[in-house]
């Protein structure tokens, strides 16, 4: 990783899965790749929405995910698939309810 990338991105074991995110964030660098891949936004709307993040920590993470293509869209495939598992596992309580005959 270059010397500019490191200055915003960061990987610390036992903050958010050891995953690489902004530093001295919560936001994975997956966050990012998907609001700007899937959800079509900009660099500049992403900082928009979450101000507390430069354009340059922006463009860092997009770097980086350039850089490690197949390890991010692992890991967004990885959450991907415990969701869709928590989500089959975990009854919506409306759902619940509907089936209960209550509401």
């Known amino acids: 990783m270059t010397a500019l990338i490191t200055n915003h991105i960061e990987i610390t074991p036992g903050i958010c899965g050891g ?3 902004i530093a001295g964030h ?3 660098v997956q966050n990012i790749v998907i609001w700007y891949e899937r959800m079509g936004m ?3 709307e992403i900082v928009y929405h979450y101000p507390s993040i430069t354009l340059a920590d922006v463009h860092a993470a997009l770097a980086y995910y350039y850089d490690h293509l ?3 869209r692992k890991d967004i495939e990885d959450d991907e698939v415990f969701a ?3 989500k089959s ?3 919506s309580l409306v759902q619940q309810k509907l089936q209960n005959g209550h509401g």
Request: aromatic residues 0%.
């Open 70 to 72: 197949e390890e991010i």
């Open 89 to 91: 596992q975990t009854p």
């Open 42 to 44: 900009s660099p500049d």
């Open 84 to 86: 869709k598992k928590m």
């Open 26 to 28: 919560r936001i994975k």
């Open 19 to 21: 995953k690489p995110r």
